[in-house]
């Protein structure tokens, strides 16, 4: 957060409303009101829900989405409306992973499904994990651009491994994680950097 200073304690935790209609993942008029409504009731802080970093990566085909910049106007407009009313705004970059509940076919690092009610998803390969750490790195850039005091919140399918047990795929996934996390030229190491020089 740095030199982020909320007006008080009060912080809207994020929460998927899955209400864009159009499946475009672009900010409706539903959205303004939603959180704007919670600025007028005083949060100090909004974090928007859980927004896609990939078509792929929503959870219902109804997800907000931060992957394209044609979803930045949107944002843009809903930051404005929430600092008139003097709360602060943040974002939730999100990969569903296994919880993907969209049409066709879903990816998550093992091919374990998430409940008995999930489908199963495909195992991603070593690419498909890279392209996944590059949406997150674009969606972010996209996210500073929606407005300087948006912050985000990293989630990703590693997170859905709780209760699960690991899989080879996921063991494969970790690794990757910390190989790259350790590697000052890799992507998370350049995000990271990003937000440290830009945010
Ligand atoms: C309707 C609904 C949608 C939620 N969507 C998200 C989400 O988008 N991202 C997330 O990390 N958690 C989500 N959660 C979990 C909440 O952010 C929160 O962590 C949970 O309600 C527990 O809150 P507590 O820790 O204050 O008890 C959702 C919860 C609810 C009730």
Known sequence: ???????????????????????????????????????????????????????????????????????????????????????????????????????????APSVIPFSYKSKTPQEMTIQQIEDTVASFKKSAYWAFFAAKQLGVNLEGPIQYRRGMGLTFGLLKYIRFFLKKSKQPQSSIYRTEAFYNLKY
């Open 1 to 107: 957060m740095k030199d982020l200073s909320l007006k008080n304690r009060i912080v809207m935790a994020p929460m998927c409303m899955y209400s864009c209609p159009e499946q475009d993942g672009k900010i409706t008029n539903w959205n303004l009101t939603h959180y704007t409504t919670r600025a007028v009731g005083q949060v100090g802080l909004v974090i928007v829900e859980a927004s896609a970093v990939s078509p792929e990566g929503r959870i219902s085909m109804e997800d907000l989405g931060i992957w394209d910049d044609e979803q930045i106007a949107g944002l843009t407009k809903l930051t404005k409306l929430v600092h008139e009313h003097g709360a602060k705004i943040s974002i939730q970059l999100a990969h569903a992973g296994r919880k993907s509940r969209i049409d066709g076919s879903i990816k």
